[in-house]
């Protein structure tokens, strides 16, 4: 996710039960104008593998190129996103865009696929609106030009991100006889029980998670307990709280300096801290302070007078 799924937060998710973790998106054509804020956004970690680099554009010749730039750093998969539904991306074909146009949007990764040895992969959505959905035949030419797994959005880009996904019509591509490649649902699993029905019910080969993890990288330890017990975990404790901030502040001051570390991880902080009473005051000066001491100082407050904060469970 933009902004959200730097290496710090990627660190972070991945130690709490992540599978595979993905960066944010990349602009192909600010790859190739080496663009400083495309570029950095490739750096990946060891620990986080297997990792994704997830690019985007609608132009051949940008996007092979950015596939040359990108297997530099050795990703275990480079995904392509089809699914952005911003305008600014929209507007120039690509993201979401190219739901407007699927031969495109299958000749550029039949391109890709057979312009290196990365596994290439798609996220996309169900279509680019309700009277547009193909993403059963989309599916199957993806795989058949080689794409080795698919990322299904259970909206449209109509929709943006509006109502519930519906994720019918991804069960349909995994129910398709003729799919063999992996399918991964995604939309709305912001709790164990849908991640367990995405899996059971839907059949679906993985859990794509977006928002319910901002602020929240345990949702995916809770989520893996789940399936082995069927119990809820218990909400992580205050103390875990505030070591995970701490250390996500710390590892975005080393990744990016201090201004942008610090102003990149606070928009984890309200999740966090979600359900303290009277906890407002001490949230705004985690999301005001710019010098990292007075931030880790905000922290050391919190742990004073909150240590002893008991959690609820959410269920
Ligand atoms: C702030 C934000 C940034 C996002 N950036 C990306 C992105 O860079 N690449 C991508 O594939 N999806 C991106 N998405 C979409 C999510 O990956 C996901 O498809 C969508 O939020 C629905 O899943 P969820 O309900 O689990 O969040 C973003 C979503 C949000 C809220």
Redesign the pocket.
Known sequence: ?????DPPFRALCKEQGADVV?T??ISSEGLIRDAAKSLIKLDIYEKERPVGI?IFGANLDSMLRSVEIVEKTKPDII?I?F??PVKKVVSKGAGAGILKDIDLMVSLTEAMVKHTDVPITV?TRLGWDHDSIKIVEVAERLQDVGCKAISI?G?TRAQM?KGD?DWNPIAKVKNNPRMHIPVFG?????TPERAVEMRDKYGLDGA?????S?GNPWFFREVKHFFETGEHLAPPSMQERIDIARRHLQMAIDWKGEKLGVFETRRHYTNYFKGIPDFKPYRTKMVTCDNPADVFAAFDEVEQLFGDYQFESVV
């Open positions: 996710m933009e902004d959200v799924s993905y944010e998106f997830q995904d996103n699914g952005c996220k959005h909206r991100y996904a995604n939309g709305d699993v912001n794509m998670i977006g928002r319910a901002i």
